[in-house]
């Protein structure tokens, strides 16, 4: 029993001598510009303080596809970044009843999708990449 005592008076001796090293929770921090926009996003192992920081890697979505025109009537174009078409990519349209309606093989930059026969709705386009997959909400007038 005294065994117990000294081990749980020795943890609490001990615990501001590695108090940064022990952290119960993690936080997200965001860093935001003049006009409102994320540049930023941190780690923070200790909420009440920011003094360990790590910045996490964000990757924007919006350099590695482009679909347009959206809204459409018609057709759309399906524009990879450059380092996408080193792999192979596929495309796959979806209702809003989850239905595959079109897969399509990506094989050149700038792809163009048919969807003038399809009706007037909202549909969902994913983009397979490697182990990425990118969708985006295609709007059909």
């Known amino acids: 029993m005294k ?14 001598v590695f108090e940064n090293e ?10 935001y510009d ?3 926009n994320r540049v930023k996003r941190f780690v923070d192992y ?7 920081r790590e910045e996490v890697q964000e990757i924007a979505i919006d350099e590695k ?6 809204p459409t009537d018609g057709c759309i174009n399906i524009k990879l970044g450059g380092h996408l078409i ?16 079109i897969e399509k093989s990506l094989v050149k930059q700038e792809t163009e999708l048919d969807i003038g026969d399809l009706p007037t709705g909202v549909y969902l386009l ?5 182990n990425d997959v990118i969708s985006k909400i295609i709007l059909k007038q």
Do not use: H, W
Request: proline share 3%; glycine share 4%; net charge negative.
């Open 3 to 16: 065994m117990k005592y000294f081990l749980v008076f020795l943890a609490l001796l001990l615990s501001p």
């Open 22 to 31: 022990i952290y119960a929770q993690r936080c997200l921090v965001f860093k």
């Open 34 to 36: 003049n006009d409102g």
């Open 46 to 52: 200790n909420c009440y303080e920011t003094k360990n």
């Open 65 to 70: 596809i482009e679909v347009y025109p959206n």
């Open 86 to 101: 080193e792999d192979e990519a596929c495309c796959e349209l979806y209702d809003v009843n989850g239905l595959l309606i």
């Open 126 to 130: 994913k983009v397979f990449q490697g």
